[in-house]
């Protein structure tokens, strides 16, 4: 059974700084990964898909990068803004079916 | 595009009553899927649709549960009779057959209490 890890829970920064958010599955016969941004008490806003054929996705400041061996993933987020404050779920769908798994959400303040 | 369409956002309600969550996909997406998030354990899916025809009802908790889509523009959950532990956010997500990997979009959830 597929399991998705996200580290660190929380992680709170200084507005400007570079950050890296980690997670990482154990089944690495995946189909893609998916990341997420949810804001509180809202739905999920998709960041950005890896197909798994692709070691990488960039969408303005955040770069997502795919190591499928290892069974990681990192979402690269540049110049930090309080804006860019609230969960990040990562998630990776398997080759035979739709059943995406989820990861906690690492929760993420950017301090003005 | 509106994006998926969840209604309603918030409902409360007492326990044994019967609860229906509605979900309209984006148009043109060919699947749809149904998930709880709560605190303990994380989002989870329920059941997903292909074309209208239920795929996988793993998910789902129990027979208090059922999902129904009776055509490609509306689906609902139903949980009868409701129960406190089923309070959570429910939300509805659709997908494309074709396109990039088939990149899942949520809608903005219901939001359930049971009393």
């Known amino acids: 059974k597929q399991e998705v890890t996200q580290i660190p829970a929380a992680l709170s920064v200084p507005e400007g700084e570079n950050l890296v958010l980690n997670c990482s599955f154990t089944?690495?016969?995946?189909?893609?990964l998916q990341w997420f941004r949810q804001d509180p008490g809202k739905g999920l806003t998709s960041l950005l898909l890896i197909q798994s054929s692709q070691r990488e996705q960039t969408s303005g400041r955040l770069n997502a990068s795919l190591d499928k061996s290892s069974g990681r993933s990192t979402l690269y987020i540049a110049a930090s803004q309080p804006g860019d404050s609230a969960t990040y779920l990562c998630a990776v769908r398997p080759y035979n079916n739709n059943d995406m798994r989820f990861g906690a959400g690492t929760r993420l303040t950017v301090k003005p | 595009d509106a994006g998926v369409i969840q209604s309603p956002r918030h409902e409360v309600t007492e326990m044994g009553q019967e609860v229906t969550l509605r979900c309209k996909p984006i148009?043109?997406?060919?699947?749809l899927f149904w998930y709880r998030q709560t605190m303990m354990r994380g989002l989870e899916l329920l059941i997903y649709?292909?074309?209208?025809?239920?795929?996988?009802d793993s998910g789902m908790p129990e027979d208090r549960f059922s999902a129904k889509m009776p055509n490609a523009s509306f689906s609902t959950l139903k949980i009868q009779p409701s129960e406190p532990r089923d309070s959570a956010v429910y939300f509805c997500?659709?997908?494309?057959?074709?396109?990039?990997?088939?990149?899942?979009?949520f809608g903005p959830g219901t939001r359930l209490t049971v009393l």
């Open positions: 649709f292909n074309n209208n025809v239920p795929i996988d």
């Open positions: 148009s043109g997406h060919n699947s």
């Open positions: 997500a659709s997908s494309p057959d074709r396109g990039p990997a088939n990149e899942q979009f």
């Open positions: 089944d690495s016969a995946i189909y893609n």
